[in-house]
Each structure stands twice: as C-alpha cells, then as structure tokens.
C-alpha cells in the first residue's frame, strides 16, 4: 500500500509542478524538487539521477494512461503537458488536491503538523475500489439497497454500473437497472455487493456531464422544469459565490457595494432550496415568485419553532 501512495504522490507532484509552469521544465529542476519533496512527504526515492529518469519516464507514461494527461519532452532536456482531457469524468485538479490533504494524514509525514484536514470522510469509500474495477471491466453488479424514503426497507438490486459520483461527502454510484431505467444509489447505503459473472456493453450515449447538467448535486428529476432563477446577497456573500459557484450556469447580473445578483438556470430540488438557506441571512430571491414564497415559508415556520 505504501508503494502505491508513494507512486501517487510523485505524479501528483509532476503534474502540479508542470501545471504552474509558464514554460517546460528541465528535467533537473524537476527531479530536484521530487528529491525535496521526497525528504518533507517521507516517500521513497532513487539516489542516483539514472535510476530518477527511469522512473520519471514511468511516472509520465502511467500518467497518461491512468489521469489522460500528456507530458512529452520539450527540447532536450525538459518537460511539458502537451495535452489533457478536460471532459472526463474525474475532476483531476481536485483529486490531486484531495490526494494531497489525505497524504497529510500520514503521521509519518512531517506535513501533518501543519495541516488540519476535514474530519468528515467520504460515507460509502469501502466500495469505491470494487465499483471502480466494475466500471472499468463493465460488469454487472448486485447489492442490497436501504432505502430510507420507505422505511428502511432493503431490496436487491442487478445493476450496470457506469460512473460514481461524489456530492456532500458521498459517493454515489450511476448505473443502469433490469427494467433499463438510469438509477442513483448512494454508496453508504449498499450492503453484500458482488460482482456477477455477466458483462454488458456500454452505452456512450449516457454522458454524465449532460445528465447532471441541469440539477444541483446529485438530485436528478426531469419532471421537474428547468427555471431561470435570479437571486441577490450582500456583497460579503457574494465574495464567496464568486469563488465558490452555486451551480455551473451561474451568470453574475450585478456587483457592487450594495449587491451581488446573479442569475441560474436549473431545476429547483429540495437539494437546491437547502443550498439557498445556507445563505438565507442576506438572500432575496427575486424570482421566480413561487420559490421567493417557499423561501419565506420556510424561514418563517423555523422562526415560529425556534421563538
């Protein structure tokens, strides 16, 4: 297992040092820095400069193959990303971050003592591994489902499983029913999962960008219409909706001293009004006029139990 982090975190570190570079790197100056980081991370690496090529060069050919970002050597001796796929499904710029605050853990790494890392984990990660080899090999799994809408009640479930998800510190699996139906099962909520001795042929046609493209999170309920929704906060909010978006479609209408407007286009789930309440202190929704109503419903039903 330590092999594996330590193989992890070096191309973590080829990708974010070529990343920030303006121009290709040399080789020295890269292998240089993972000896560095080699020393601050307590992760293993070669002495002599031969035996870092070698694996450098391994390094940028597992890279390719595994995160579809491509590094080709720049002139004689240096480095540069030539090309990555920005439309897959794995945001890899927030994987390697991810990767990075997990790797702080280590109590071995002198990194922890500088880094507080989130205390909540991700709810389902046992099967991430599993569902991942099943994705990869399309096979059909099954597993027992709780669902908690019905009580509790558990049902065993033959799925194809085509990608996972994470949303609000879950992992989610997107997969494909007997009765040909697109299903979302939450991972934390999966028992006795197993792989079946039978394969299915992919459908490239369910694009995951394209399916969640209009819902907030990983509520996805196509009764429900796509609305174009206006809202408006203090500028203190706005500061951190700039940085952080509510949704990808967000279009900043107005930003100034008095406000900070911006308009979305989406299909309002509860999911998304809980988004909305989180910021309720400077929020004003301006339309539509209906969700401007269960907003003040909402705050005024928990004034009412909370006076």
């Known amino acids: 297992m330590r092999a594996i982090v330590d193989t992890l975190t070096?191309?973590?570190l080829v990708v974010n040092k070529l990343q920030r570079a303006s121009m290709a790197v040399e080789s020295d100056v890269i292998l240089d820095f993972?000896?560095?980081?080699s020393r601050i991370r307590n992760f293993?690496?070669?002495?002599?400069?031969?035996?870092?090529?070698?694996?450098?060069?391994?390094?940028?050919?597992?890279?390719?193959?595994?995160?579809?970002?491509?590094?080709e050597r720049v002139g004689k001796q240096s480095y540069g990303i030539v090309d990555a796929d920005t439309d897959h499904i794995i945001d890899y710029d927030r994987f390697f971050t991810d990767f990075?605050?997990?790797?702080?853990?280590?109590?071995?790494?002198?990194?922890?003592?500088y880094v507080i890392p989130e205390r909540n984990r991700f709810s389902g990660s046992q099967y991430l591994s599993?569902?991942?080899?099943?994705?990869?090999r399309d096979i059909i799994v099954e597993f027992d489902y709780v669902n908690v809408r019905k009580g509790g009640s558990v049902r065993r479930h033959k799925v194809e499983p085509y990608f996972l998800k994470e949303d609000q510190h879950r992992w989610y699996l997107i997969g494909i029913n007997d009765a040909r139906k697109v299903m979302?099962?939450?991972?934390?909520r999966i028992a006795d999962l197993a792989f079946t001795d039978e394969n299915f042929k992919r459908n490239d046609e369910l694009d995951p960008a394209e399916y969640f493209r209009d819902s907030f999170g990983i509520w996805v309920d196509s009764t429900i219409?796509?609305?174009?929704?206006?809202?408006?906060?203090s500028p203190l909010d706005g500061s951190f909706l700039k940085t952080v978006p509510l949704h990808p479609s967000q279009k900043i209408l107005a930003d100034n001293d008095a406000e900070f407007r911006i308009k979305l286009s989406l299909r309002v789930t509860n999911d998304f009004v809980m988004a909305l309440l989180s910021r309720s202190r400077s929020l004003a929704v301006i339309r539509p006029l209906w969700l401007r109503e269960r907003i003040r419903e909402i705050c005024a039903s928990a004034a009412e139990r909370n006076s």
């Open 10 to 12: 070096r191309q973590m």
């Open 130 to 136: 599993m569902m991942l080899t099943a994705i990869k």
């Open 44 to 71: 293993q690496y070669p002495d002599s400069r031969k035996s870092r090529m070698r694996l450098l060069q391994r390094d940028i050919a597992d890279i390719a193959e595994t995160f579809h970002i491509y590094i």
């Open 34 to 37: 993972l000896e560095t980081e």
């Open 184 to 188: 979302i099962f939450a991972l934390d």
């Open 100 to 113: 990075d605050m997990l790797t702080s853990l280590d109590p071995d790494t002198p990194v922890s003592r």
């Open 225 to 233: 219409p796509v609305e174009e929704i206006e809202l408006a906060y």
